[in-house]
């Protein structure tokens, strides 16, 4: 392949920058930049700023991150806000893939970080992305780069851009694609800080790629995956034996939620055997045997399958509740907080706010009466969770070693509304925590 222009080894000239047309004249329309930094917060950047002359806010830890003596790039991959679930899901399988390329070979050297390309104004349509920061600037990993960005023939290609500063210590992003072949830079532009946005920019996404509204948004997902995935024809024809429109019965339903090792399977199964309960697991056993292939597919991919598995539960939970009461271990709670806690970069406070719709429960979904969260202290949890020896998910690891992570679920799980969780302290002993459990579960009984 061939360049259309060399990338440059050596800082931007004061030649080249004199005029503000020949680096800035291709720039594209305003874009932003999240950087999730490595203690959890957030650092906000623009790209093609009106005046980047007039821009006299810094921000140090842009410079340190984009500037030298190191060298960083980005990588991004496109995806318009108005696409389509076709172009949603090979988007992130793409995101993926580059992800585990990027941990190989002259990589592994470098600071691999989270970022997302977004356009201001709270509009969808956020692009995921990384940024990779190279410690010793080397031609190897440029030339991996842009190698990684050749082999991408289909769409959505990757956008690559490679930052760099001028004499006066000003960063600019120059923006590599591959067209017909060639690699061209199709853009330059100033980088410079941004203002943080009232809301997550990821936030407007989640409808449409992770905290599915509804069952059809979850089963177009899904039904771009059979291509590849066969176990998703089998879980859509599931679903598709599943009426759209179920009632609960007469007797109660109780979904018990918590994280992993807060005592959930040993207090479903008691509570089952008090009540003389059914008791469902979400996702239920007839798609189980498939968690493992979803777990390890993109989490457009992997909230789907899990999104699916309710509305077949919810199916279970309307025959069953007709002649007994009904215990779900996991239910829509998991599916959405771990959704949210996942996508959501930074800290707490980036959370979407409390009462946002992203927490409310899907209209076409059967609900509960009840809905109870177990709680433990991290000590406690990750003590249970070292006796335990199992195989744990992705995100089951995740929980154990990120305690952000791990409160953005518990936060997540508190601000679900319609219904929402009542909060049990899972620490006591077992017949303890059974009682309350039961007394919580009699009382909402009385309330019906």
């Keep these: 392949m061939a360049f259309a222009r060399p990338l440059l080894r050596r800082p931007l000239s004061g ?3 004199g005029r503000r047309g020949v680096c800035a004249g291709a720039m594209a329309p305003p874009r932003r930049f999240v950087l999730e930094l490595p203690d959890c917060t957030l ?4 790209l093609g700023a009106d005046d980047p ?7 140090p830890r842009l410079a340190a991150l984009l500037g030298p003596p190191e060298r960083s790039y980005s990588l991004c991959v496109p995806v318009t806000p108005d696409a389509g679930c076709g172009a949603r899901v090979r988007a992130a399988r793409l995101h993926q893939r580059l992800l585990h390329q990027l941990r190989r070979g002259p990589f592994q050297r470098c600071q691999l970080l989270r970022l997302l390309c977004y356009c201001p104004g709270g509009q969808a349509g956020a692009q995921q992305g990384f940024l990779l920061r190279d410690p010793l600037d080397g031609p190897d990993t440029r030339q991996a780069l842009l190698e990684l960005l050749g082999a991408c023939q289909e769409a959505p290609r990757p956008h690559l851009g490679e930052f760099e500063a001028d004499p006066r210590g000003q960063l600019w992003q120059r923006l590599w694609e591959v067209q017909d072949g060639r690699r061209l830079q199709v853009g330059c532009a100033q980088v410079v800080p941004a203002p943080e946005p009232p809301l997550h920019p990821v936030v407007p996404d989640l409808p449409s790629s992770v905290v599915f509204p509804d069952r059809e948004a979850a089963r177009a997902v899904l039904e771009e995956c059979t291509s590849f995935i066969p176990e998703a024809r089998a879980v859509l024809d599931l679903v598709d034996q599943c009426p759209k429109q179920v009632q609960k019965g007469k007797c109660q339903v109780v979904a018990i939620e918590g994280l992993d090792a807060t005592g959930k399977t040993t ?4 509570v ?7 008791l469902l697991k979400s996702p239920p056993s007839c798609i189980g045997q498939w968690r493992k292939i979803f777990d390890d597919e993109p989490t457009i991919i992997r909230r789907a399958f899990y999104s699916l598995g309710n509305y077949i539960v919810a199916s279970e939970i309307a025959k069953e509740s007709a002649k007994s009461p009904v215990i779900v271990d996991r239910y829509w709670h998991s599916t959405a907080t771990y959704a949210i806690a996942t996508e959501v970069s930074g800290g707490l406070q980036h959370l979407p706010p409390a009462h946002h719709p992203v927490y409310q429960w899907p209209e076409d979904l059967l609900k509960p009466d009840l809905i109870l969260l177990l709680t433990v202290s991290p000590e406690e949890r990750l003590q249970r969770l070292q006796g335990r020896g199992m195989e744990k998910t992705r995100e089951e690891a995740e929980l154990e070693a990120n305690s952000v992570f791990r409160q953005k679920v518990e936060m997540s799980y508190q601000r679900m509304e ?8 899972a620490s006591p002993c077992r017949e303890k925590v059974l009682q309350t459990v039961l007394s919580l579960i009699q ?5 019906l």
């Design 53 to 59: 002359g007039d821009a006299d806010a810094s921000d």
């Design 418 to 425: 319609n219904p929402g969780c009542h909060v049990v302290d």
């Design 15 to 17: 030649q080249l920058l």
């Design 43 to 46: 650092a906000h950047f623009a």
């Design 272 to 278: 089952a055997d008090s009540l003389k309960a059914v």
């Design 443 to 447: 009382n909402s009984f009385n309330e």
């Design 267 to 270: 207090v479903t199964q008691s």
